[in-house]
């Protein structure tokens, strides 16, 4: 009788090493669904990324402002340099809207732009520069992203004279017009504005191309992203909208006020600006998620293990196998509902189907239902952890760390009551 516990025992501890061999294989096994998981996710960024693209062609998609500025030119019709705006003041109104492509919704905007200041020429020109200046073309221009964003023609005023539509021309994207630089020549100022209808996604930038450059925006967009070289001075943001003020000197740029047409690049690293869209963001939250999927796994296979060892209840492999796979499908219901809903409302959906039907297919297998709400009731109190490191990114690795302390500390106190050479 002895001999036979004995041998009983050897063979139970023979078939749990043996279990959590199959375990660590299915593990790895379970490496391949988790790899279409992440290449699935990253193609229907893909996708969005498309449509968003797509909308953009055809609405007029980021828009930065660079100007005014006169260009001068040589006889060559090259530009030998150009002058910035002694004041630069610009004002922007901008209404936002929804485009929808396909099963994707992206924000747009139309904005209304004014740039309105004044140019002078810098007092250490010697007449004898200023003799040669006066024999070359002066000619004002305004650079856009795009001019397909324009709405309207612009409106141009330079010296109190508006200057017909008909002589603004076009060079790519930038729009030209000839001044009159005498004022500048006798020691004067030439005072524009400029008015621009202008329609794009996702943002607004515009270049600080004065001497001192003030912006002021305001916006119905009530989840603005302040970006560029230079963030605001000031801001209100509203749940109805924003305004935000910036005030930007010459000496804080990285340009000065006149460039060589070999010095223009310069100007490309300062920009004041906003993202005007709202903050979707299911693909990056999805990919966060998945990050999580084999602590999920791993845990979720401890707890069935534990379980079948303290109840003397053996689990199939195959079995193992099936929870695990649910709890890879947990990750393609959370993307396919996240691009109908909210995030929040598609991880609550996901983890409850998926703890539902692991806990009723758990308490079939152990014969109790006990069994069943227990895991069931672990799986959503995980799944509720995991959710909330996916909101605290920034203290994520605090908590996290914190959070698998405390699941180990819980595995070992309950470790303690088996008996594992029996």
Wanted: net charge negative.
């Amino acid at each position: 009788m002895e001999n036979n516990i004995q041998e009983n025992s050897a063979a139970r501890r023979g078939r749990n090493g043996v279990k959590l061999l199959v375990i660590c294989g299915l593990c790895i096994l379970l490496l391949i669904p988790w790899l279409f998981i992440r290449d699935m996710i990253a193609e229907r960024g893909n996708t969005e990324s498309a449509a968003e693209q797509e909308v953009y062609d055809k609405w007029g998609g980021p828009q930065l402002v660079t100007g005014p500025c006169i260009k001068v030119y040589t006889d060559t019709s090259e530009t030998s340099y150009s002058l910035m705006p002694e004041v630069l003041d610009i004002t922007a109104e901008a209404t936002t809207r929804t485009l929808s492509r396909g099963i994707y919704d992206f924000t747009v905007y139309d904005a209304d732009v004014m740039l309105r200041g004044s140019f002078a020429l810098p007092p250490t020109l010697s007449e004898a520069q200023r003799q040669r200046l006066a024999r070359n073309v002066w000619r004002m221009s305004v650079d856009l992203s795009s001019l397909k964003g324009l709405t309207d023609n612009p409106t141009v005023r330079v010296g109190g004279h508006e200057v017909p539509t008909a002589a603004l021309t076009f060079e790519g994207s930038r729009l030209l017009w000839t001044v009159d630089v005498q004022p500048l020549l006798a020691g004067g100022t030439i005072e524009y504005e400029i008015h621009l209808p202008l329609r794009g996604a996702n943002s607004l930038d515009f270049t600080p191309m004065g001497n001192t450059t003030t912006v002021r925006m305001h916006s119905d967009c009530a989840t603005p992203s302040f970006g560029g070289s230079f963030l605001p001075t000031e801001r209100d943001v509203r749940s109805d909208g924003f305004d935000a003020e910036w005030r930007v000197l010459a000496i804080n740029r990285s340009f000065p006020q006149v460039l060589s047409k070999d010095s223009w690049h310069m100007v490309d690293d300062n920009t004041v600006g906003v993202e005007l869209r709202r903050p979707v963001e299911q693909y990056q939250q999805n990919e966060r998620a998945v990050k999580y999927a084999f602590l999920i796994v791993l845990l979720t296979f401890a707890v069935v293990f534990f379980v079948e060892v303290r109840r003397d209840q053996p689990i199939h492999p195959v079995q193992y196998m099936l929870i695990g796979i649910a709890v890879m499908l947990f990750y393609t219901l959370l993307l396919s509902f996240s691009e109908h809903l909210s995030f929040l409302v598609a991880y609550l959906i996901a983890s409850a189907m998926t703890a539902t039907m692991l806990g009723c297919y758990l308490g079939s297998i152990m014969k109790t239902w006990r069994v069943g709400m227990l895991i069931g009731g672990m799986l959503a109190v995980l799944y509720a952890f995991i959710y909330v490191l996916l909101q605290i990114e920034s203290y994520a690795l605090l908590v996290g760390s914190v959070g698998l302390f405390a699941v180990l500390a819980v595995a070992m106190a309950a470790s303690r009551k088996i008996n594992w050479y029996r």
